[in-house]
């Protein structure tokens, strides 16, 4: 087919989205001939039926690759700007999207989201090349997914990073700015970006899904300042907001402290999306009450890390007893589980991952209390996965896998292929760094060529639960249940 065909079904896929109307159709065209370095038309194109999107990118992409339109290391952009072609423009979104939302906020939702797959805005053939699989905890099934669609980052290089001024622009990978912004080495290709702007008690957000979404409907909720993400009273009213405004989808915050916190700090926002987390499925470990908020049903659940589930009809006291908590727990100390909100020279340790959903007419609010310190004996996180667990995971533990989805690094895939090998007594050049853990494998199992890659995979979420017991401040033990009972008689004090 030729290349002025994919032209043509290029045009219709933009007519048909919204993003021209019909009068726009040559235009688009005479844009896209240029974009593609091409100066003239050929009468013998037809009306097709509607084409794949992605499909036709990669016809485009190879045409101007093979032609020398861009260079091979250019593809990210020059894809990217290729998109913005098929994707309208940000006030017809928001436009749309609102004007849907009116039906229900599930057809906006669902309008944008496959808007942001079809322009490849979400990177849907990247991310089903991630590994996915469900571990039987006792904790109920966590979800282990190996990502091979986005590079690691280090824990003391998201904490150095926190102390850089960036004077460049956009500031982060999370300003508004970045809609529409071509790109360069430091920053990703953005032409095709758009966010929905939405209102949440009166300060002007945007929602964006995330391009290399690690689990359904996968989305960024950002503020349109570039201001530090804090964990507040604002925040906790911000999550009931956006339910209020979305009450399909879960949304979460990422704790404001480095070693417990998320990837980026500098950048107050939030994660929502699509998606029943373990941890929303996991059952209350047992009931608890709070004196002030009789109205509101609390509990322990049965998780390896320390969560508080609130639960009521009344958004209000939801927040005010998360502020009630959050105050306690920045002041708690237990020095005997090596909890300490504070050390000498000032510096704050405690804080909270929030995450929330509706049930029904519930709101529920899930609480999970961390602590930042470090030890001689941990210096990478008191209450982090500790060294013997590193050659498997040692970023941070965010809000995703807080909730139980464990998100493995890449380099991970070639490794556990050679510990297979070594399990099987063949030849390997196995990572020194599993060397232990595969040694305890081999005394406590037995390896077959059928069976081994199941196992390692399986042995892999045990290493992810005892990722999570480490992040636990309150144990899941009879020291730890007890530590945790003598904080709750605190937060009643
Ligand atoms: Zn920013």
Same mark, same amino acid.
């Given at each position: 087919m030729s290349i002025y065909q994919k032209i043509q079904d290029f045009v219709k896929l933009a007519i048909a989205n919204g993003s021209i109307e019909a009068i726009d159709e040559i235009y688009l065209r005479n844009r896209l001939l240029h974009f593609l370095s091409l100066s003239d038309w050929s009468e013998n194109v037809q009306e097709?039926?509607?084409?794949?999107? &992605? =499909? @036709?990118?990669?016809?485009?992409?190879?045409?101007?690759?093979?032609?020398?339109?861009?260079?091979? $290391?250019?593809?990210?952009?020059?894809?990217?700007?290729?998109?913005?072609?098929?994707? *309208?423009? *940000?006030?017809?979104?928001?436009?749309?999207?609102?004007?849907?939302?009116?039906?229900?906020?599930?057809?906006?939702?669902?309008?944008?989201? %496959?808007?942001?797959?079809?322009?490849?805005?979400?990177?849907? /053939?990247?991310?089903?090349?991630?590994?996915e699989y469900l571990y039987p905890s006792t904790y109920g099934d966590l979800q282990i997914t190996i990502n091979l669609s986005k590079p690691e980052k280090d824990p003391k290089a998201i904490a150095a990073a926190k102390l850089i001024h960036d004077n460049s622009y956009p500031k982060c990978a999370l300003c508004i700015e970045n809609e529409g912004f071509y790109g360069n080495g430091n920053k990703a290709a953005r032409s095709n970006h758009r966010i929905v702007r939405l209102e949440l008690n009166d300060e002007k957000w945007g929602f964006q899904y995330s391009p290399y979404a690690y689990f359904n409907e996968h989305s960024i909720v950002l503020n349109e300042k570039h201001q530090p993400m804090a964990i507040d009273h604002r925040c906790f009213s911000n999550l009931m907001a956006f339910l209020d405004l979305f009450p399909h989808y879960m949304i979460g915050s990422n704790a404001d402290l480095p @070693?417990?916190?998320?990837?980026?700090?500098?950048?107050?926002?939030?994660?929502?999306? /699509?998606?029943?987390?373990?941890?929303?499925?996991? $059952? &209350?470990?047992?009931?608890?009450?709070?004196?002030?908020? *009789?109205?509101? =049903?609390?509990?322990?659940?049965?998780? +390896?890390?320390?969560?508080?589930?609130?639960?009521?009809?009344?958004?209000?006291?939801?927040?005010?007893?998360?502020?009630?908590? &959050?105050?306690?727990?920045?002041?708690?100390? %237990?020095?005997?589980?090596?909890? /300490?909100?504070?050390?000498?020279?000032?510096?704050?340790?405690?804080?909270?991952? +929030?995450?929330?959903?509706? /049930?029904?007419?519930?709101?529920?609010?899930?609480?999970?209390?961390? %602590?930042?310190?470090?030890?001689?004996?941990? *210096?990478?996180?008191?209450?982090?996965?500790? $060294?013997?667990?590193?050659?498997?995971?040692? =970023?941070?533990?965010?809000?995703?896998e807080a909730m139980g989805l464990a998100i493995l690094p890449a380099r991970l895939v070639p490794e556990l292929a050679e510990v297979e090998k070594y399990l099987l007594g063949k030849e390997n050049q196995m990572d020194e760094i599993h060397k232990a853990w595969a040694d305890q494998l081999k005394a406590t199992d037995q390896f077959s060529v059928e069976d081994v890659h199941y196992k390692v995979g399986q042995a892999v979420g045990e290493v992810f639960t005892k990722v999570l017991q480490d992040a636990g401040v309150f144990k899941d033990d009879e020291s730890g249940h007890a530590g945790f009972h003598n904080f709750i008689d605190f937060i009643n004090s």
């Open positions: 097709t039926n509607l084409s794949d999107s &992605l =499909e @036709i990118m990669d016809e485009l992409l190879n045409f101007a690759l093979k032609k020398g339109v861009f260079k091979a $290391a250019d593809t990210e952009f020059y894809e990217s700007a290729l998109m913005n072609f098929i994707t *309208p423009l *940000p006030s017809k979104v928001n436009h749309v999207f609102w004007k849907k939302y009116q039906q229900s906020p599930e057809s906006a939702t669902n309008y944008f989201y %496959d808007l942001a797959k079809q322009v490849n805005q979400v990177k849907t /053939r990247e991310i089903a090349k991630n590994i @070693i417990v916190g998320g990837s980026i700090l500098t950048h107050d926002h939030y994660q929502a999306g /699509r998606h029943e987390f373990p941890m929303a499925k996991a $059952a &209350l470990r047992e009931k608890i009450s709070l004196d002030k908020f *009789p109205e509101i =049903e609390v509990g322990i659940v049965n998780w +390896p890390m320390s969560v508080l589930r609130l639960s009521s009809r009344n958004s209000e006291s939801i927040v005010a007893a998360s502020d009630e908590i &959050l105050a306690k727990w920045r002041e708690y100390n %237990d020095l005997s589980l090596s909890i /300490r909100a504070q050390s000498s020279d000032g510096t704050l340790h405690h804080t909270i991952t +929030p995450i929330a959903r509706k /049930r029904g007419d519930f709101y529920e609010m899930d609480l999970v209390l961390r %602590d930042n310190n470090v030890s001689e004996t941990f *210096p990478d996180g008191i209450f982090h996965p500790h $060294a013997e667990l590193h050659h498997i995971k040692k =970023e941070n533990i965010g809000l995703i």
